[in-house]
């Protein structure tokens, strides 16, 4: 007899991203496929975390973070992003954004509700939809800015929408929204009255173009949740740092649900963040210098090897399409990439609504220390302009 599991679950399974990764570090490759940003986290961070260990900070926190932490928090968002918030009401902090986004969707969202998400999309926002049970209703960008038509985004509304999702800079495009665009999001949402949540776990990390937090604007402001994290700009992924910054009655929920699921994020590492939020703003510029660099030396990459790389506005990775015919469809394209030189990819079409519209994409990651993506590069480059497509595609 089979043992009984959840209907949410039954259709549950690893991730491409996950899948290829592990694949990668056993064949001791070069993971493009998965943000894991493996690069030294700042001294500082570092340095107040381990002072937070040593002088046992290791006790529960608050269910909404530690006070120090939030009030960091509020001062980055009233500077940086241009929200004024209330430390002790209108922030709390989070196991991950990805936990932040988890208590936002169990605190607003039933079964049955609709959510709109623009695609190509961050496939664990999707993912994490469907497991609580909510319909996703799709929402088109197109390359090679990204746009998406005002028209769609109008017939996506329904008597059913409860939520917006926006990601900016965005996982996989690197879209950055600008601000006519989150205007007009914002007037939809106010009119179908829905809630916007907006993750920015991304937001230090632009080309040229300027992050904008729909928070900011008084139309949106009392309806939208703002997400985002450590785990980008400070290279912590794996310290499961995030927040929420939103309307206190919401936060205060947020917050319960937060406590019913994780209790709290890890006590000292919060302290570590906390420390991270007083950098100087030459840490942002030249973390964001880094990454231009990074990028280009991708994209030259790419280009050599016959691959038409979408530029990114910001973020960390890129989508590249290659010639129809070269593989069979991105997951040939991967399988072959790793095989033959050892670099981990990630298929286009896990990224889309219609999956046929990445079949010829993969998405590459450049959060790599330089010595690491220059070896990639150099592996990717053996690869020639499409002389060596894969045989068995």
Avoid at 104 to 132: Q, R, W
Avoid at 242 to 263: C, F, K, M, T
């Amino acid at each position: 007899m089979t043992p009984p599991f959840a209907d949410r679950v039954k259709s549950v399974k690893q991730s491409d991203i996950r899948r290829y990764s592990a694949i990668c570090a056993e064949m001791k490759g070069i993971n493009l496929s998965q943000g894991v940003c493996d690069q030294a986290a700042p001294d500082v961070v570092k340095q107040a975390a381990k002072q937070a260990i040593d002088d046992d900070q290791a006790i529960y926190t608050n269910l909404r973070g530690t006070a120090g932490l939030r009030q960091a928090i509020a001062e980055k968002m009233r500077s940086f992003n241009g929200i004024e918030c209330d430390p002790e009401t209108e922030i709390a902090v989070n196991v991950g954004s990805a936990g932040a986004f988890a208590c936002m969707a169990l605190s607003t969202l039933n079964a049955g509700d609709e959510c709109i998400v623009f695609s190509p999309f961050y496939s664990y926002h999707v993912n994490l939809l469907k497991l609580f049970g909510v319909t996703v209703k799709y929402v088109d960008l197109q390359p090679p800015d990204w746009s998406y038509s005002a028209e769609a985004l109008a017939e996506a509304f329904t008597d059913r929408t409860r939520m917006v999702l926006i990601n900016t800079p965005g996982n996989p495009s690197g879209k950055v929204f600008s601000e006519a665009e989150l205007l007009a999001i914002a007037d939809l949402a106010n009119r179908h009255n829905a809630w916007i949540v907006t993750d920015e776990i991304y937001e230090y990390i632009t080309y040229g173009k300027p992050h904008i937090s729909i928070a900011k604007f008084p139309e949106a402001r009392e309806r939208t949740v703002t997400i985002s994290g450590a785990s980008k700009t400070y290279a912590v992924t794996g310290w499961r740092i995030g927040y929420a910054v939103g309307p206190a009655e919401l936060i205060d929920r947020i917050s319960v649900v937060n406590d019913l699921l994780y209790i709290c994020a890890p006590a000292p590492l919060q302290h570590g963040v906390e420390a991270g939020l007083g950098l100087d703003s030459s840490y942002y510029k030249d973390m964001c210098a880094d990454y231009l660099v990074k990028r280009d030396m991708l994209v030259e990459t790419l280009r050599s090897i016959g691959f038409s790389p979408h530029i990114p506005d910001g973020s960390y990775y890129m989508l590249a399409s290659f010639e129809a015919g070269r593989w069979a469809d991105g997951s040939a394209a991967t399988e072959a990439i790793l095989e033959q030189v050892g670099v981990a990819t990630v298929p286009g079409s896990a990224f889309y609504r219609n999956p046929d519209d990445g079949k010829y994409q993969l998405r590459f990651c450049y959060a790599k220390k330089m010595k690491d993506l220059e070896d990639a590069c150099q592996r990717l480059r053996k690869l020639g302009s499409g002389a060596t497509a894969n045989a068995k595609s």
